[in-house]
Nanobody
Framework: QVQVEESGGGLVQPGGSLRLACAYSGNIPNIQLVSWHRRSPGKQREQVALITRGGMTRYSENVKGRFSISRDDAKNTVYLQMNNLKPEDSADYYC??????????WGPGTQVIVSS
């Protein structure tokens, strides 16, 4: 089993930046990819970025060019660098660890508010 916990959310002005962190623990060699998702009221959950064990990354069209996902294996942490934030980026952001076998693991989430 893998445990994940997000941090780094907060209030930021439009055009600003935030870096979210997803710390994971447990059966780490079993993790095949880690992804970031977001959900805001009235909208469906959206996958915004993912990084595979091999380092391949993928982004949603809504964040491509503004968000960057990376991984620090020494800290067992995946980061989501968010630049040029827009009000529509306001949401609860969740980290998901997908194992090769066993259940997926979601974190409790961290809130991002983009507002002036």
């Amino acid at each position: 089993q893998v445990q994940v916990e997000e941090s780094g959310g907060g209030l930021v002005q439009p055009g600003g930046s935030l870096r979210l962190a997803c710390a994971y623990s447990g059966n780490i060699p079993n993790i095949q990819l880690v992804s970031w998702h977001r959900r805001s009221p009235g909208k469906q959950r959206e996958q915004v970025a993912l990084i595979t064990r091999g380092g391949m990354t993928r982004y949603s069209e809504n964040v491509k060019g503004r968000f960057s996902i990376s991984r620090d294996d020494a800290k067992n942490t995946v980061y989501l660098q968010m630049n040029n934030l827009k009000p529509e980026d306001s949401a609860d952001y969740y980290c998901l660890a997908v194992p090769y076998d066993g259940p997926d693991s979601w974190g409790p989430g961290t809130q991002v508010i983009v507002s002036s």
